[in-house]
Nanobody, 126 residues
Framework: EIQLVESGGNLVEVGGSLTLSCVASGFAFADADYAIAWFRQVPGKDREGVSCTATGSGRTYYADSVKGRFTASSDNAGNAVYLQMNNLKPEDTAIYYC?????????????????WGNGTLVNVSS
Protein backbone atom coordinates (compact mmCIF):
# COMPACT_ATOMS: atom_id res chain seq x y z
CA GLU A 1 0.00 0.00 0.00
CA ILE A 2 1.36 3.41 -0.97
CA GLN A 3 1.37 5.95 1.84
CA LEU A 4 2.65 9.47 2.31
CA VAL A 5 2.98 10.75 5.85
CA GLU A 6 3.66 14.39 6.62
CA SER A 7 5.05 15.68 9.90
CA GLY A 8 6.64 18.77 11.37
CA GLY A 9 3.72 21.15 11.41
CA ASN A 10 3.52 23.39 14.45
CA LEU A 11 2.65 26.78 15.85
CA VAL A 12 5.42 29.27 15.10
CA GLU A 13 5.88 33.02 15.40
CA VAL A 14 6.20 35.35 12.44
CA GLY A 15 9.73 35.23 11.10
CA GLY A 16 10.33 31.77 12.48
CA SER A 17 11.27 28.55 10.74
CA LEU A 18 9.91 25.03 10.40
CA THR A 19 10.92 21.92 8.52
CA LEU A 20 8.22 19.64 7.19
CA SER A 21 8.87 16.01 6.34
CA CYS A 22 7.10 13.72 3.92
CA VAL A 23 8.00 10.04 4.19
CA ALA A 24 6.78 7.66 1.51
CA SER A 25 6.21 3.94 1.82
CA GLY A 26 4.99 1.27 -0.56
CA PHE A 27 7.08 2.56 -3.44
CA ALA A 28 10.52 3.96 -4.16
CA PHE A 29 11.03 7.31 -5.84
CA ALA A 30 13.24 5.70 -8.46
CA ASP A 31 10.58 3.13 -9.38
CA ALA A 32 8.93 5.62 -11.73
CA ASP A 33 10.88 8.87 -11.49
CA TYR A 34 8.39 10.25 -9.02
CA ALA A 35 7.72 13.90 -8.42
CA ILE A 36 6.94 14.88 -4.84
CA ALA A 37 5.07 18.11 -4.36
CA TRP A 38 3.96 20.19 -1.42
CA PHE A 39 0.58 21.87 -1.50
CA ARG A 40 -1.20 23.91 1.13
CA GLN A 41 -4.79 24.74 1.81
CA VAL A 42 -6.71 27.03 4.10
CA PRO A 43 -10.21 25.74 4.84
CA GLY A 44 -12.65 27.37 2.47
CA LYS A 45 -9.96 28.35 -0.02
CA ASP A 46 -8.41 26.67 -3.04
CA ARG A 47 -5.45 24.36 -2.67
CA GLU A 48 -2.19 26.10 -3.60
CA GLY A 49 0.99 24.57 -4.95
CA VAL A 50 4.07 25.33 -2.87
CA SER A 51 6.91 23.27 -4.38
CA CYS A 52 7.38 20.36 -6.73
CA THR A 53 10.57 18.26 -6.78
CA ALA A 54 11.49 15.90 -9.57
CA THR A 55 13.31 13.35 -7.44
CA GLY A 56 15.34 11.98 -10.33
CA SER A 57 16.99 15.28 -11.22
CA GLY A 58 16.48 17.14 -7.96
CA ARG A 59 14.95 20.04 -9.87
CA THR A 60 12.37 21.93 -7.83
CA TYR A 61 9.65 24.29 -9.00
CA TYR A 62 8.45 26.87 -6.45
CA ALA A 63 5.44 29.10 -6.12
CA ASP A 64 6.35 32.78 -6.37
CA SER A 65 4.94 33.34 -2.89
CA VAL A 66 7.59 31.13 -1.28
CA LYS A 67 10.65 31.66 -3.50
CA GLY A 68 13.66 32.65 -1.46
CA ARG A 69 12.03 31.53 1.79
CA PHE A 70 11.23 27.84 1.29
CA THR A 71 13.61 25.10 0.16
CA ALA A 72 12.57 21.58 -0.79
CA SER A 73 15.00 18.70 -0.77
CA SER A 74 14.75 14.98 -1.37
CA ASP A 75 16.44 12.03 0.26
CA ASN A 76 15.92 9.36 -2.33
CA ALA A 77 17.58 6.63 -0.30
CA GLY A 78 15.27 7.42 2.59
CA ASN A 79 12.23 7.94 0.39
CA ALA A 80 11.61 11.30 2.00
CA VAL A 81 11.17 14.90 0.94
CA TYR A 82 11.65 17.88 3.22
CA LEU A 83 10.41 21.45 3.10
CA GLN A 84 12.55 23.95 4.97
CA MET A 85 10.44 27.05 5.61
CA ASN A 86 12.13 30.25 6.76
CA ASN A 87 10.89 33.75 7.47
CA LEU A 88 7.36 32.48 7.93
CA LYS A 89 4.47 34.87 7.47
CA PRO A 90 0.86 34.74 8.71
CA GLU A 91 -0.27 34.00 5.16
CA ASP A 92 1.74 30.76 5.27
CA THR A 93 -0.77 29.39 7.79
CA ALA A 94 -2.43 26.35 6.21
CA ILE A 95 -2.60 22.59 6.17
CA TYR A 96 0.39 21.35 4.17
CA TYR A 97 0.05 18.20 2.08
CA CYS A 98 2.63 16.22 0.18
CA UNK A 99 1.68 14.40 -2.99
CA UNK A 100 3.37 12.01 -5.40
CA UNK A 101 3.04 11.52 -9.14
CA UNK A 102 5.00 9.01 -11.27
CA UNK A 103 6.84 10.12 -14.39
CA UNK A 104 6.33 13.82 -13.70
CA UNK A 105 9.13 16.37 -13.92
CA UNK A 106 7.53 19.43 -12.33
CA UNK A 107 7.23 21.95 -15.14
CA UNK A 108 4.17 23.26 -13.26
CA UNK A 109 1.91 22.26 -10.36
CA UNK A 110 -0.30 19.28 -11.13
CA UNK A 111 -3.29 19.28 -8.83
CA UNK A 112 -4.50 15.75 -9.61
CA UNK A 113 -1.42 13.93 -8.37
CA UNK A 114 -1.92 10.23 -7.81
CA UNK A 115 -1.08 9.88 -4.11
CA TRP A 116 -1.68 12.27 -1.22
CA GLY A 117 -0.89 12.43 2.46
CA ASN A 118 -3.29 13.56 5.16
CA GLY A 119 -1.58 16.84 5.86
CA THR A 120 0.15 18.64 8.71
CA LEU A 121 -0.93 21.99 10.15
CA VAL A 122 1.34 25.03 10.08
CA ASN A 123 0.10 27.98 12.12
CA VAL A 124 2.06 31.23 11.99
CA SER A 125 1.07 33.63 14.73
CA SER A 126 1.44 37.38 14.36
Amino acid sequence: EIQLVESGGNLVEVGGSLTLSCVASGFAFADADYAIAWFRQVPGKDREGVSCTATGSGRTYYADSVKGRFTASSDNAGNAVYLQMNNLKPEDTAIYYCAAEPWFYCPYFYYNMEHWGNGTLVNVSS
